[in-house]
């Protein structure tokens, strides 16, 4: 298995609704990330789990909420989002930390638009 | 500031010609550049990885060079197939471990 799979793969939610991104992978990657991309623009580094414990967030507000329950998983909560949250989110993992040159891959990534 | 430009943003050839695309750095120290080809509202897909001491790199149709100290590279692409319609985007890491990404190249391949 040499994929990183996101659920769902398109998701419209409310301003009060609560929902969940989902990432896997199984090539025993120790660094998952989160990226928000907008149109015609370059992904945004929003999360990084390095050995399932969060190393980085870049200042993302509050109402993004990661998870990272297991060394396969990594969740992205989302709570009270507004309409410019709007975007395609992408996970990407790697055997370690980028830096190493190690295999950087990414998901086909969540097409987000909050209503 | 680390800094990956790319050019041209747009560029649009006929089905079956070639052409190349640009990527210059400022990121230091240098680990790494990769490039991804990535359709609309899909993730992107590795292309080629280059590290320092690899000064060329083919996958398929897709060329890619690196020049460590002038700090370019570039993106050969032969014989365009209408299914290479996307955006191209060149990543740097350096020591930071963070990927640095140029804004990509969007090419448009006509029939």
């Known amino acids: 298995d040499t994929e990183v799979t996101q659920t769902p793969k398109h998701l419209v939610m409310g301003m009060t609704n609560k929902k969940s991104l989902k990432c896997e992978q199984h090539?025993?990657?120790?660094?998952m990330y989160w990226y928000k991309q907008k149109a015609k623009k370059p992904p945004e580094l929003m999360f990084v789990y390095s050995y399932e414990k969060l190393s980085i967030n870049e200042s993302v507000p509050s109402r993004f909420s990661p998870e990272c329950p297991n060394s396969s998983l990594l969740n992205l909560h989302l709570h009270a989002l507004q309409p410019e949250d709007s975007a395609l989110y992408l996970c990407?993992?790697?055997?370690?930390?980028?830096?190493?040159?190690?295999?950087?891959?990414f998901g086909s990534g969540t097409r987000l638009t909050v209503v | 500031k680390n800094q990956v430009e790319q050019s041209p943003q747009s560029l649009i050839i006929l089905e079956g010609k070639n052409c190349t695309l640009q990527?210059?750095?400022?990121?230091?120290?240098?680990?790494?550049l990769r490039w991804y080809k990535q359709d609309t509202g899909r993730g992107p897909v590795s292309l080629t990885i280059?590290?320092?001491?690899?000064n060329t790199k083919s996958n398929g149709r897709y060329t890619a060079t690196l020049d460590a100290d002038t700090k370019q590279s570039s993106l050969h692409i032969t014989a365009s197939q209408l299914s290479d319609s996307a955006s191209y985007i060149c990543?740097?890491?350096?020591?930071?471990?963070?990927?640095?990404f140029g804004r990509g190249t969007s090419l448009i391949v006509h029939p």
């Open positions: 990543v740097v890491t350096g020591g930071s471990y963070i990927p640095t």
């Open positions: 990527c210059n750095y400022t990121v230091s120290p240098f680990s790494n």
């Open positions: 280059m590290t320092f001491s690899e």
């Open positions: 090539m025993g990657h120790r660094a």
């Open positions: 990407a993992s790697s055997q370690e930390l980028a830096g190493t040159g190690y295999g950087y891959t």
